[in-house]
């Protein structure tokens, strides 16, 4: 039973350039939350989607950020002209239904130079 | 807005005694209270869970207390093993919303 899944781990890009996150949800979990960890910092919340929906994006930055989960295939995080402060350690987590526990990805650290 | 804190960004304890990690909170309508362990490279594992309506929850070597009129909760692991040395992130949630708030995590180092 995979676990969820991330990639790429690593991805470094030059400012301006476009940042594509991946996550795939443990299997049979239909709710995925994508989470921002910055240096010396905790997580913070961006956004839960289910299948096709956005539920919550109240923790994603107003532009440049965008989320979606479709029918079929991974969730993706994307993030358009990147700068140097996007850089961070991006997690997914999954959830079977709208619960408390929360299964965390190993993570996608992007570098933005 | 900072609505979980975890003050100390380190703490080192001796293999076999007691790890005690603190967390304070703010928003008093948080009830549910977690803590995920990550190691380096991998992302936070779930450990354990205390709902409000409860001030202990105990799982083998790990126990979470509760006070919620002081609004803070800690974890207790005894006895420490050099294989919990990692990243402890406490975090907390109200029903109903989706937006699960993290500290900023301790460092535990055990040491044999």
């Known amino acids: 039973n995979a676990g969820v899944m991330q990639n790429p781990r690593h991805l470094v890009r030059r400012r301006g350039q476009e940042a594509r996150l991946r996550c795939s949800p443990m299997k049979g979990h239909s709710h995925v939350y994508w989470y921002r960890q910055l240096p010396e910092e905790g997580l913070k919340f961006m956004v839960y989607l289910q299948k096709e929906n956005i539920i919550d994006e109240s923790g994603m930055p107003k532009e440049r950020f965008s989320a979606e989960f479709p029918k079929e295939g991974p969730s993706i995080l994307r993030i358009q002209q990147v700068v140097r402060g996007d850089s961070a350690a991006y997690f997914c987590?999954?959830?079977?239904?709208?619960?408390?526990?929360?299964?965390f990805g190993p993570g996608t650290r992007l570098t933005v130079t | 807005d900072q609505q979980v804190k975890q003050n100390s960004p380190s703490l080192s304890v001796q293999e076999g005694r007691i790890s005690i990690l603190n967390c304070d909170y703010t928003?008093?309508?948080?009830?549910?209270f977690l803590w995920y362990k990550k190691y380096p490279a991998e992302g936070p594992t779930f450990l354990i869970s205390i709902s409000s309506i409860k001030d202990k929850n105990e799982d083998g070597r790990f126990t979470v207390f509760l006070n919620k009129s002081a609004k803070h909760l800690s974890l207790h692991i005894v006895p420490s093993q050099p294989g919990d040395s990692a990243v402890y992130f406490c975090a907390a949630r109200e029903t109903n919303n989706n937006d699960m708030r993290f500290g900023a995590g301790t460092r535990l180092t055990v040491k044999p």
């Open positions: 928003n008093s309508m948080f009830d549910y």
């Open positions: 987590a999954s959830s079977p239904q709208r619960s408390y526990e929360q299964y």
